[in-house]
């Protein structure tokens, strides 16, 4: 039971994709992201009050850290859903875990400890195929001029996963859950303000402007199942569950939008979600609790 929270939070997550897309034509990026920001800082506010968890924090910068990684990440990955096929968007910004891995494989060879990689053989193969996976899926966007927004997805993903191992240090240090997506949420919205001041505000018009309000509230809903998920559940399960994301937006990009992915992109998808889930495995013997997501 507990692990259904990550899938409807994967479910949550797609179908905020769905409204992304559909406002995108009408509100440029920055604009998706202030309103994501503002409404899920009313959710999460509320939220931390009813469970009486206070707003104040002891490590601001910290937060601060994570907020301008997480906003830089959430705009990537805002940018690619308009402009890449639904799953395309939604499966490279799920390259984070593949990323994570990468990380830790890094690490160890700034570390000195080259022996090691020895050791770590099973996971440097699962980041060589997650980034061959990537190439599988990024060449129908090559062939349909979105390389730039299939590059952007990409480092959607990158920071992504940078910012999940921000969580975790906050995690760590006893920073609830919801004080760290009620100050992420402080932070998209300032970010995107700000950025609305010079790049101009879009014309209301109706009925396009009701996109909006379900982006928020689906972003906080997902996070709060996520969070539900990993609180009551088996962080590897969880963690792998997540995929199931893709899937759903997957199937909305068919029935919605008839996005068109040839063969080679879909096998790079099941390469991609199959390294994932390998790597998460993998890095579950060193590492004792994956990070929640955040989007």
Avoid at 36 to 59: D, Y
Wanted: include cysteine; charge should be positive; glycine fraction near 10%.
């Amino acid at each position: 039971m507990q692990a259904s929270w990550m899938i409807l939070a994967s479910l949550f997550f797609a179908t905020m994709s769905v409204c992304i897309k559909y406002a995108a034509p009408h509100f440029h990026t920055f604009e998706l992201v202030f309103y994501r920001g503002l409404i899920g800082m009313a959710f999460m506010a509320t939220l931390c009050r009813v469970q009486k968890v206070p707003l104040s924090t002891q490590i601001p910068m910290m937060h601060v850290w994570r907020s301008v990684i997480g906003v830089a990440s959430l705009s990537a990955w805002f940018y690619a859903i308009a402009h890449l096929p639904l799953a395309t968007a939604m499966t490279l910004n799920y390259m984070s875990g593949v990323w994570v891995a990468a990380f830790l494989i890094g690490g160890t060879l700034v570390m000195g400890r080259v022996q090691d990689i020895g050791r770590q053989g099973p996971l440097v193969l699962t980041v060589i195929a997650g980034f061959s996976g990537v190439v599988m899926l990024l060449r129908p966007t090559i062939e349909q001029n979105q390389l730039f927004a299939g590059v952007i997805g990409l480092l959607s993903g990158l920071g992504a996963a940078l910012a999940y191992m921000q969580v975790a240090a906050l995690g760590r240090l006893g920073e609830p859950e919801s004080r760290t997506v009620f100050y992420f949420s402080i932070g998209t919205t300032l970010v995107g303000g700000v950025a609305i001041l010079f790049t101009g505000a879009s014309a209301w018009t109706w009925p396009t402007a009701l996109w909006l309000l379900p982006i928020g509230v689906l972003a906080a809903l997902g996070q709060l199942s996520m969070t539900m998920a990993y609180t009551k559940g088996s962080t590897l399960v969880v963690a792998n569950l997540q995929y199931s994301g893709i899937v759903f937006a997957a199937l909305y990009g068919l029935f919605l939008f008839g996005d068109q992915i040839p063969l080679m992109g879909w096998a790079g998808m099941l390469l991609i979600i199959m390294s994932g889930i390998a790597s998460t495995a993998l890095r579950s013997r060193t590492l004792p609790r994956a990070p929640a997501e955040e989007h």
